[in-house]
């Protein structure tokens, strides 16, 4: 009993006991590997080692056509958004001077509308008219956007109710 104690309280004690279990991580990771496998591929598995390597450069190689389809993928993707945006662009050159903003108001373009969206956020609806003109007149002269194409969906949210 004595020599156990002193075993277990020694220096080599854990040194030891981290090789069992090493020893049983391994056999049992072969164990599992043998388990399922026919005569033929264990003692082809017993000749080549813990695995093929022919099983690595499959991997590998199914890794890397799988990373080239995705790349692919994309590139069609990319593509396919360039040309939504080289469309978008021809038909509203003017959709990058958007939104129109200022304290009282927010107004950005629709594209799945085709219409401009006016959020109003007047003090009082007393300036709902005044917001919209100003709105028109600037769209007008200073970005050169044409509303009288498109219509305007209004949207009033009055400073009170915040």
């Known amino acids: 009993m004595k020599y156990i104690k002193n075993f277990l309280a020694s220096k080599i004690f854990p040194f030891i006991a981290g ?39 499959n991997i590998q190689n199914k890794r890397a056509f799988e990373v ?25 050159p ?3 001077k958007l939104p129109l903003t200022s304290e009282k108001y927010f107004v950005y373009f629709d594209l799945t509308k085709k219409s401009f969206i006016a959020r109003l956020y007047p ?9 919209q003109a100003e709105i028109t007149r600037r769209f007008k ?9 498109f219509t305007v969906d209004w949207d009033v949210y009055p400073k009170s109710n915040f």
């Open 19 to 57: 090789g069992l279990i090493l020893l049983l991580v391994f056999f049992t990771f072969l164990s599992v590997r043998f388990k399922n496998k026919s005569p033929e591929d264990q003692q082809d598995a017993r000749l080549t080692g813990l695995f093929k390597l022919s099983d690595l450069f």
């Open 94 to 96: 003017w959709r990058k």
């Open 123 to 131: 003090d009082n609806d007393d300036l709902i008219p005044q917001l």
């Open 68 to 92: 080239q389809q995705t790349i692919k993928d994309q590139i069609k993707v990319n593509e396919e958004f360039a040309n939504f945006e080289k469309r978008v662009a021809g038909r509203y």
């Open 141 to 149: 002269k200073e970005k050169g956007i044409p509303l009288e194409t």
